[in-house]
């Protein structure tokens, strides 16, 4: 009986805590290079379990890492949305921004619209990576989910696979032990 208790309360808690995990919205990205420093990220955000449509969100460009943001959305998503972008500004080392509202009903809940895109100049080493994200409130500016922009699944399939590939790489055999 003791053991039954003890565990219903365990199932409990996991449920609870797996319950603030579960993320209500998500922005995937895709990054591509158009010229040597040029990049563009391409976005597709996920209503997941935001009870309210997505009406706006903001992503962040680190200020340092990130400059000369345009807006290359195509239509006819560039024409359901009010986009805007706002650069790194080096006096106050503030980050830039590209914000995007929509004209509609927005993004319902377990819906998903992709095709936001936002070039711009790299100025880091390597490839960018995640930004960080807002779900504004249109109406009160409050910020009502963030997080954390997510690779596209095909980049992180290729990103495993060469990681595979340099662990099972021994002598320039491959290892499999």
């Known amino acids: ?8 309360i365990i199932f409990s808690l996991l449920h609870v ?8 919205t998500q922005i ?4 591509a290079e158009f010229s040597p420093g040029r990049w563009e990220y391409t976005y597709e955000v996920s209503n997941i379990g935001l009870p309210v449509p997505v009406q706006e969100f903001t992503i962040w460009f680190d ?11 195509s239509d ?12 790194p500004e080096p006096v106050l080392r503030d980050d830039g921004a590209y914000d995007a509202r ?5 993004i319902a ?13 790299w100025l880091g080493i390597g490839e960018p990576g995640a930004q960080f994200y807002e779900i504004v409130d249109p109406m009160t500016f409050e910020t009502i989910d963030s997080g954390w922009t997510i690779p596209e699944p ?6 495993a696979l060469g990681g595979l590939h340099l662990l099972h790489r021994k002598g320039g055999r491959y290892n499999m032990h």
């Open 109 to 121: 809940r377990g819906q998903t619209v992709a095709g936001f895109a936002v070039s711009f100049d």
């Open 17 to 24: 805590v797996a319950g603030f995990c579960v993320p209500v």
């Open 28 to 31: 995937d990205y895709d990054v």
């Open 63 to 73: 200020f340092g890492f990130c400059d000369n943001l345009a807006i290359e959305t």
């Open 76 to 87: 006819p998503l560039a024409g359901d949305w009010d986009e805007i972008v706002w650069q």
């Open 102 to 106: 929509a004209l509609d009903s927005g």
């Open 154 to 159: 095909g980049t992180l399939l290729l990103f």
């Open 1 to 8: 009986m003791r053991k039954q208790v003890v565990s219903g």
